[in-house]
T-cell receptor, first 111, second 112 residues
């Protein structure tokens, strides 16, 4: 199993550009989530999904969209990038009320 | 309201010395507690977790944590650290069946 994979690893955007961060897992987990990590703030939940076709907002959802058309994939879309979205983004998945497995992260810089 | 509070943002420690990282959680949330470690430029890795049962939980790499319900704490300890333990450590709690809430993190720097 590859676990949780994320692409790209690094990305630089200009303000106003849009892009999609990809996340995939091969563990057949129902629950998937996106976090952003900023210095001194830990990880904050952006969006999450409890299964294909079901998504919900987390703590900091503004400026981001998600969809879950399959169990395996959970892409995160930045509609119009802003410098405040410069961060490290982590995707995670888990089966039940237990351990979350994290991807390696995407480091995003918005100029 | 903050669900998880990590009381130390930076902990410098000498090699082979003990270390304790403090974590307090809100008593209004469930008591599924976790410690994750993040090595430089890497993702998060589970160190240990408390779901139920024994209040002393042993994890990987010689770490352990003790769940204390009366103190609403879940402090992480290691009796003797190595240079390779230099990392950021996150305490986390499950708010409901799915959502995981993280503390701000504690950076441990181990010096020779």
């Amino acid at each position: 199993n590859a676990g949780v994979t994320q692409t790209p690893k690094f990305q630089v955007l200009k303000t106003g550009q849009s892009m999609t961060l990809q996340c995939a897992q091969d563990m057949n987990h129902e629950y998937m989530s996106w976090y952003r990590q900023d210095p001194g703030m830990g990880l904050r939940l952006i969006h999450y999904s409890v299964g294909a076709g079901i998504t919900d907002q987390g703590e900091v959802p503004n400026g981001y969209n998600v969809s879950r058309s399959t169990t395996e994939d959970f892409p995160l879309r930045l509609l119009s990038a802003a410098p405040s979205q410069t961060s490290v983004y982590f995707c995670a998945s888990k089966a039940t009320t237990d351990t979350q497995y994290f991807g390696p992260g995407t480091r995003l810089t918005v100029l | 309201a903050q669900s998880v509070t990590q009381l130390d943002s930076q902990v410098p420690v000498f090699e082979e010395a003990p270390v304790e990282l403090r974590c307090n959680y809100s008593s209004s949330v469930s008591v599924y507690l976790f410690w994750y470690v993040q090595y430089p430029n890497q993702g998060l890795q589970l160190l240990l977790k408390y779901l139920s049962g024994s209040t002393l939980v042993k994890g990987i790499n010689g770490f352990e944590a003790e769940f204390n319900k009366s103190q609403t704490s879940f402090h992480l300890r290691k009796p003797s650290v190595h240079i390779s333990d230099t990392a950021e450590y996150f305490c986390a709690v499950i708010l409901n069946d799915y959502k995981l809430s993280f503390g701000a993190g504690t950076t441990v720097t181990v010096r020779a």
